[in-house]
């Protein structure tokens, strides 16, 4: 795995998915593991900060991505990133690829 846009979510033996990890399933209880998978979803909802605090570039674009779904998997996982590059076009449905930076996720177009 060279990608760095590799996140970890957190999957039980019957294949539901958690972000952020968990140590128990909240659909059927059972234990669950963490697992690192490529950061690649769709934006399924954004907003632009104007007025971010202190230290932070304005402004601030944060996006909420819908995981790509595995298998049959109903209801992927959502994630929440700072859009890297400020002046990134964004809209619903962009697809959009991931990264931990170790303080926080940050999302760039695919
Ligand atoms: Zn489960």
Redesign the pocket.
């Known amino acids: 795995m060279t990608s760095p846009h590799m996140i970890t979510v957190s999957r039980?033996?019957?294949?539901?998915r958690t972000h952020p990890v968990r140590r128990d399933?909240p659909?059927?209880?059972?234990d669950?593991h963490p697992v690192v998978i490529e950061g690649k979803g769709t934006v399924i909802t954004w907003t632009r900060i104007e007025r971010p605090p202190e230290g932070f570039k304005t402004p601030q674009l944060v996006v909420l991505v819908r995981l790509e779904a595995e298998r049959e998997e109903k209801d992927p996982p959502v994630v929440l990133a700072a859009v890297a590059d400020t002046t990134t076009k964004v809209e619903c449905g962009n697809v959009m690829l991931i990264r931990d930076t170790q303080e926080r996720y940050e999302a760039e177009p695919l």
Do not use: N, S, V
Request: with cysteine.
């Open positions: 039980c033996d019957d294949g539901h399933c659909a059927c209880g059972a669950m």
